[in-house]
């Protein structure tokens, strides 16, 4: 309830900085939008994440860099006079089993050019993200990227455990 309230809030916010009035109207407005947008649309079921502000951090430079390196490489193969690629869809296991972790992994990896998450497959022993590449040049090294995005996420946005406490991820050797 407090989450909603506080979205509620930011949406009013947004709303009267969109308009750039503050007045009576744009106020009592941008509050009926907001509820209606939480009740409506908000989260069903809690995502349970605990942000770490340090290794968000982390996972969001690392996705900055890969935002940039993927661009690029998109862009060299369009512009190419005759392009030489090698579309695939590729599986990719990943352990998490939270809904919520696991979104922000298939969202990362969708917004990468030249990538795109198109089914996701869940099982007891963990999760499984089929990717289709615009060009798979090393799949051994799509996949370290993925499972290194994942170990990254994790670290920023540990599961929330029963107790409401973040749930600290295992270091890997």
């Known amino acids: 309830m407090k989450h ?24 009592l407005s941008g509050m009926l939008v907001a509820v209606l947008v939480v009740v409506l649309l908000g989260p069903k079921e809690p995502l349970g994440l605990r942000p770490r502000p340090i290794a968000l951090v982390r996972f969001m430079a690392f996705f900055a860099q890969n935002l940039v390196i993927a661009s690029l490489q998109v862009a060299r193969e369009v512009l190419r006079p005759r392009p030489q690629l090698l579309p695939a869809v590729i599986a990719a296991r990943i ?55 994942e170990r990254l996420a994790v670290a920023g946005l540990a599961p929330a455990t029963t107790d409401g406490r973040s749930h600290k991820p295992e270091r890997q050797p």
Do not use: C, K, M, Q
């Not at 869940?122 to 990227?145: E, K, M, N, P, Q």
């Open 95 to 149: 352990s998490p089993t939270s809904r919520g972790l696991i979104a922000v992994i298939a969202a990362a990896i969708s917004l990468t050019p030249g990538t795109l998450v198109i089914d996701i497959t869940r099982s007891g022993s963990g999760t499984t993200l089929y990717i289709h590449v615009f060009d798979l040049d090393d799949r051994a090294a799509l996949l370290a990227s993925v499972a290194r995005l």
């Open 4 to 27: 909603r309230l506080i979205l509620a809030v930011w949406l009013t916010f947004v709303w009267l900085e969109l308009w750039g009035d503050l007045s009576w109207a744009n106020l």
